[in-house]
């Protein structure tokens, strides 16, 4: 299994409620539709973290693929630049990092 894990911070002109809005309601189901994409989570940075300090990232989105020609297919595809190209709207790529993992389950 290979996972896509991607750390997003929001553009500065956002509020956090603003970009968590986006990315739950109208990117999530744009980058749902890239094909050969077994599993798509968005992990947002809870309310109560926000007061407590500012966090280094907005969020990590986890994507899974069966293997790396799956996902090597995937990102070849329409849709897969159109998520790219909607991420414009509301990530700062200057501050996101994109790690690209093998998947090793410890606990099961």
């Keep these: 299994m290979v996972k896509l894990i991607y ?7 956002l509020s956090v409620e603003e970009f968590h ?10 980058a749902a539709r890239i094909p050969g994409v077994r599993r798509y989570v ?3 940075v809870t309310p109560a973290f ?11 989105a986890e994507l899974w693929f069966d ?4 996902f090597a297919a ?3 595809t329409p849709e897969a630049r159109e998520a790219a190209e909607d991420e414009k709207q509301f990530i700062d ?3 996101s990092v994109l790690i690209l993992t093998e998947e090793h389950a410890v606990i099961e």
């Design 21 to 30: 809005r986006y990315w739950r309601e109208t990117h999530g189901p744009i």
């Design 74 to 76: 995937a990102v070849r």
């Design 7 to 13: 750390c997003i911070n929001r553009k500065s002109e």
């Design 42 to 44: 968005q992990c947002h």
């Design 50 to 60: 926000y007061t407590a300090r500012t966090p280094e990232y907005d969020g990590a």
């Design 93 to 95: 790529h200057s501050r």
């Design 67 to 70: 293997d790396m020609e799956a």
